[in-house]
């Protein structure tokens, strides 16, 4: 072996010790990798090497090298190992068809789970809605995520994951996890059973669960939703639960009471704003099992209120207005005139993953 060819072989054995040198707790930390500007030079000529910067240490591709130097590096997929072998010459690798992702996360005896897979749920729900839905962040991924939480609660295990980056799109999400939440609240967090997700920072799984301050007002409606259970039709339970909100609030856009507050004995009518009829009125809807979410717009003044899902299709419910003009006049509309939706793309997103189909 010539000694620029076994100086090199030496750079490959540094690089790699270093790569998997360091806590793994500290991984997340130690492994940032922006470009490299170092130059780089083979027998004295200047060579291009695509080269990233780990904690001040320059690391290339061991084929790179062994193109640029004459030996040869082949990989060995039944083993997952590299072979360097400096008596052969460089060939370029056959491209092999890309496998098939494993379909779920790889357990260990503890129970924990291993990230192998960009995205995971157990089905594939996206199939069932109106591929239109799909713009930007709200893609099939996401659907299937948060659609498999809806459909198995917090029983997964593993849970479904996928991956959003940080920033508009990340907020996107957790206002659609917002609007979505009734009588359980759904929000993002990472899985503590997942045994790399320091790797996969920008991961989130979806969970559904009742908060603890949930579950008195829950206890106290169940006379109510018996009561919605007996009746005939969807739009006399939606009817019931609009007059029933109307008679434990009173429109005042300077005060808010919360579910607790509202959903326990008390003896006058609590001032509230729109917001809080439509929370109020969504947390109803969870526990009859009605479809329903907040919608909201921006025109002229902030205004908030709801979405149910009735007899195949969705119309507007405003309770707070219905109270304030002591009428029905936002009952089941098909449409609500002067208030543009504000996010009408999540507001497709979320038909679908409340009703699949049901914006086609």
């Known amino acids: 072996m010539s000694r620029k060819r076994e100086a090199v072989m030496i750079g490959i054995g540094i690089l790699a010790g270093l790569a998997l040198s ?8 130690y492994l940032q990798a922006i470009p490299s500007r170092q130059t780089f030079y083979v027998n004295g000529q200047k060579v291009e090497f695509e080269a990233y910067s780990i904690h001040g240490n320059n690391f290339v591709k061991v084929r790179d090298i062994g193109k640029a130097v004459d030996f040869g590096v082949t990989y060995d997929g039944a ?6 072998d400096p008596n052969a010459h460089y060939q370029e690798e056959t491209p092999q068809p890309t496998p098939t992702p494993t379909p779920t996360p790889t357990p260990a005896p503890s129970g924990k789970y291993t990230i192998n897979v960009d995205h995971w749920s157990r089905e ?6 109106n591929p239109a839905v799909f713009t930007g962040v709200y893609d099939r991924n996401l659907y299937n995520t948060i659609r498999q939480t809806l459909v198995d609660g917090d029983a997964i295990d593993p849970p ?3 991956m959003v980056a940080k920033g508009a799109d990340y907020s996107a999400v957790n206002s659609v996890m917002g609007r979505l939440d009734n009588v359980k609240w759904f929000e993002l967090y990472v899985p503590a059973n997942f045994t790399n997700y320091w790797q996969y920072l920008d991961y989130f799984a979806v969970s559904s669960k009742i908060p603890p301050q949930f579950e008195a007002p829950l206890a106290f409606i169940q006379p109510v939703i018996a009561e919605v259970n007996r009746l005939g039709s969807e739009r006399e339970k939606v009817t019931y639960l609009n007059d029933y909100l109307c008679s434990l609030l009173v429109y005042d856009k300077n005060e808010y009471a919360g579910v607790p507050q509202i959903f326990t004995p008390h003896n006058n009518e609590l001032g509230s704003d729109c917001g809080a009829y439509a929370v109020a009125f969504k947390f109803l809807c969870g526990a009859a099992d009605i479809p329903c979410f907040t919608i909201s717009t921006t025109t002229r003044v902030n205004h908030i209120w709801n979405m149910v899902y009735v007899d195949g299709q969705w119309f507007h419910v405003d309770v707070s207005t219905n109270d304030s003009t002591h009428s029905h006049t936002m009952l089941l509309q098909e449409t609500y005139p002067n208030h543009p ?3 009408p793309e999540a507001t497709a997103f979320i038909k679908e993953l409340l009703v699949p189909g049901s914006t086609k």
């Open 22 to 29: 360091g806590p793994a707790a500290a991984a997340a930390d």
């Open 124 to 129: 594939d729900f996206s199939q069932q809605a």
């Open 160 to 162: 479904a994951y996928t």
């Open 341 to 343: 939706d504000q996010a």
């Open 79 to 84: 083993t997952n190992s590299v072979h360097i």
